[in-house]
């Protein structure tokens, strides 16, 4: 880091990242304000391993409404579209459907593919989802739903149901493993030691692997005092649900639009008060 970075609202500031795909991203914009960053990515993102059920999925194209919950997704689907040889259809599917995003991500993927979507969810949660189809007309009509790992949606697909529409399901990525538990370990000491004065979270598995390392090398206590005792940031509401769910207070979220660079302004807002 240069000396120009360690001049900001955020200078002396150490922020634990636990951010794997866009890291590099999010340590910059937040060293631009001065903090330093302690990088530590808890998970990776892979294809999903069995490209079949994807292959297949791909070929129901077009769909009358596309339901995009993440980003990453899309990005792995016009992956695997390009993969198989069906890039043209693909693309032609896409812009054909009516696209519904559950936020700012899969917003940005289409507009990588030069696309937008038509609706938006009110807030960036299944229910949300729910409340904003909830005022349209779905019967009879084929719905592609593009899933991401550990959310299977069964009551957005049973909402569908009801609505009389035919909900299809995709789940084109997996989450694995990223740092080795020995680093994750070192992570979990180094906040118990203190110094460390925010973790920022951007994903609600970088949440379950923590706690799941720590569990496993008998840390937990060790976690649970270190987290109690400096800022805890989400990125959004359902990251932040998480953490509620292991008894933790968000210290810092975003006030809307749930991505890093409001997360950053939060918490350039949050530590410079």
Partial sequence: MSDETLIGPLSGRLIALPETRELDRLARMLEEHGAETLRCPMVAIEDHPDPLPVQAWLGHFPFDDLILYTGEGL??????????????????????????????????????????SDLRAETPTTEGLIATLSGLELRHRRVGVQLYPGNPSTGLTAFLRDRGAEPDTVLPYIYASAADADRVVGL?????????????????PQVERLFAVAKAKQREQTLQTALRGMAIAAVGPVVAEKLRRHDLDVAITPDHSYFMKPLVTAIVAALSS
């Fill in 188 to 204: 979990i000491d180094r906040m118990a030691g203190g110094g460390v004065d925010v973790i920022a979270f951007t994903s609600s």
């Fill in 75 to 116: 990005r792995r689907l016009h992956g695997f579209a390009r993969r198989f040889d069906i890039e043209a259809g693909f693309l032609d599917g896409l812009a054909s459907a009516r696209k519904i995003t559950r936020g700012p991500k899969p917003e940005r993927a289409l507009r990588e593919l030069g696309l937008k």
